[in-house]
């Protein structure tokens, strides 16, 4: 197996893999799924924090460089990423985060301690058998006693489909020379294999699938995902096989309304809650086949927890969690009687009568992005219907922890167990010294990401890579205006109006003027700040 490793770490070495944020690994993210099934979590401010294929440490600079009481180490088989990711950490100044280079089967694993949250998001399917093994064991023994570990994995049945599509881009790109070769002679198939599928056919279908999900993905996606030595799909049930002799039990998905049959409708539920009993495993594997699933990522814990999990929701609990959601009214404003009203998404609403609900709802979506705790929404709920004159029920109460429940089950709403609430925009504007960093950084990059406090990578617009490392609080409007004119006089960033490129300096002026203006309320869109107390409506 030594020949097939390095024969991925050459692979990577040659077209490493872009890595940024993923909002469903950060450590608080996980917390607050294991407290919501019953089990206690480390605190994710000052966590021990490890990721097993880390690449240039995408996803732990934004962890890091947020929690400087954490401490975070990142793991990755390629030399050539783990400079890149070094490089970067100490051109962010970041003292809590080291990057080593190894392979997780060969390595000295107790020297590194343990941790509070092992990740380990795309390795497990794209790696030989034996490797996959050496993750499950470096779970076991890397993980601290109420520490969670969570996995992404390709599975059946959704990857039987997509099988034919990646054996046929082997057949004709594998054995290339070059990535890029691989990949011209690997997409020359998929266009031959489109013009002669018959209509209809499996083969259609598949090919159809590759399209849509592959069109706008980048070549390093296509290159590790389809033409990769390794990638090895397994049932949901077959994984968890694997990891009970690591005494290892499964906690939840990453995505928890994805485990509640009840979102797949009656004519789902019904018969399979009376087929599967109370195995939430089983449930899932059901339910798998339901959605043709493709991908999961699962959380794991040690083995001795599983008897503490608990998949009836325990309401009790919710008073620990922080909520955020956005769930504007479908159809005009609210109005707080009971006249039934639809909130959130068109084809998948909630549907209420209640005043104080509709109450907590309104209040949620004026908070979002940032969060409430179960008391500050009570709160919000009493003032709201004081203001309107309308007397709360005797039981709202319950009635605002039945909203909340049905909001996790639905995954209509993200929680925390710490608030979520950076601090308002001040004038002169500043960003954390790490944001504005990162910001500096990408500069140059074909597409430019930063992070947010909800740990998601975000898209500068290019003006912003050149305005944000400037927002350390020492310079006023007039002095941003100012260097952004600098800047457009250079021909460095460019303002356009009406498709139009603009040069004159009035123009320029106007411009800058208007773009500095906007900047807190774009910067709150991107949920990096908060722009002020107001209530706001604005889409996610």
């Not at 909203?403 to 925390?416: D, K, Q, V």
Request: with cysteine; hydrophobic share 40%.
């Amino acid at each position: 197996m030594d020949e097939a490793v390095d024969g991925l770490r050459a692979d990577y070495d040659k077209v490493p893999y872009e890595s940024h944020a993923f909002p469903q690994t950060a450590p608080g993210h996980i917390a607050a799924i294991a407290h919501i099934f019953g089990l206690d979590a480390p605190d994710a401010s000052s966590a021990r924090v490890l990721e097993i294929g880390c690449a240039a440490g995408g996803n732990l600079i934004p962890f890091a460089a947020s929690h400087p009481l954490a401490r975070v180490v990142g793991i990755d088989l390629s030399q050539i990423q783990i400079e890149q990711g070094r490089s970067n950490i100490q051109r962010l100044g970041l003292h809590n985060l080291e990057l080593l280079q190894g392979d997780i089967a060969a390595m000295d694993l107790p020297a590194l301690g343990q941790f509070d949250y092992v990740i380990c998001h795309g390795v497990y399917s794209w790696v030989p058998e034996n490797v996959q093994e050496a993750i499950l064991a470096a779970f076991h023994t890397l993980l601290a006693p109420k520490g969670v570990a969570y996995i992404s994995y390709n599975v059946y049945p959704g990857w039987k489909a997509k099988e034919i599509v990646r054996d046929a881009m082997l057949l004709r790109g594998g054995g290339r020379g070059t990535p890029q070769e691989k990949l011209g002679y690997a997409r020359g198939m998929i266009d031959f294999l489109e013009e002669v599928a018959p209509v209809d056919s499996v083969l259609a279908r598949a090919l159809a699938d590759y399209r849509a999900e592959r069109t706008h993905v980048r070549d390093y996606y296509v290159l590790h995902e389809q033409l990769e030595t390794f990638n090895s799909p397994c049932y949901f049930l077959e994984f968890g096989k694997r990891a009970e002799p690591h005494r290892l039990a499964y906690l939840a998905d990453a995505a928890p309304q994805t485990m509640f049959a009840v979102n797949y409708g009656e004519k789902v539920a019904v018969p399979l809650l009376e087929e599967c009993g109370h195995s939430q495993i089983l449930v899932e594997q059901y339910l798998d086949f339901v959605v043709n699933r493709t991908f999961r990522q699962s959380l794991l814990v040690h083995g001795e927890r599983g008897p503490q999990i608990s998949y009836n929701l325990d309401r009790t609990r919710f008073g620990r969690l922080h909520f955020a959601a956005w769930l504007p009214p479908t159809g005009g404003e609210t109005r707080l009687d009971d006249s039934a009203q639809e909130y959130g998404e068109t084809g998948r609403p909630l549907i209420t009568r209640d005043p104080g609900v509709k109450a907590a709802v309104d209040a949620l979506s004026a908070r979002w992005p940032w969060t409430l705790s179960r008391h500050e929404l009570l709160d919000a709920v009493q003032a709201r219907l004081g203001t309107a004159g309308v007397v709360a029920a005797v039981d709202q109460e319950s009635k605002i922890d039945e909203l909340l429940e049905a909001l996790i089950i639905r995954g209509l709403a993200r929680c925390r167990l710490e608030p979520v609430l950076p601090e308002p925009a001040r004038s002169p504007l500043q960003l954390p010294e790490a944001m504005r960093r990162i910001a500096e950084g990408v500069r140059g990059d074909e597409d430019p990401y930063i992070f947010n406090v909800w740990h998601e990578s975000v898209l500068l617009p290019p003006v912003d890579c050149h305005l944000l490392p400037l927002l350390d609080g020492t310079r006023d409007r007039e002095a941003l205006v100012q260097e952004l004119l600098l800047l457009l006089r250079e021909d460095v960033i460019r303002f356009h109006r009406d498709g139009k490129h603009l040069t004159e300096e009035a123009e320029l002026c106007y411009a800058a003027g208007e773009y500095v203006d906007a900047t807190p309320q774009r910067l709150e869109a991107m949920k990096l700040l908060r722009a002020g107390d107001t209530e706001r409506r604005q889409p996610p």
